[in-house]
């Protein structure tokens, strides 16, 4: 059953943003981007590359601080490997609190 984890408060994220969030065993990247919230799997499939230290780029996307794959934070796809994505999670803001489905 899906639960709803406290990512934090609006104050924690400053424009263009991360935040690594670990709740129920995984690793979420909760990223505050073009004005909107978005989650991901933290890790690239590519190596692993931790998402949530990655570069934020318009679209909005995030690029892989290893080797540079770009992954679209609404879809979770890969920009320069179509074959590739990473997980994507509901995010709802409630009040000052952001909230990620997981």
Known sequence: MAEWCLAGKKSDFTAQSS???EAAGKEIAVFHAEGKFFAVSNF???RGGPLYQGTLEPGPSV???LHGWTFDLEQGGCLNM???HVGTFPVEVRGEEV????
């Open 99 to 102: 909230f990620v489905q997981i």
């Open 63 to 65: 690029v892989c601080p």
């Open 44 to 46: 690239c499939p590519h």
């Open 19 to 21: 935040k690594l969030l």
């Open 82 to 84: 179509p074959n590739a």
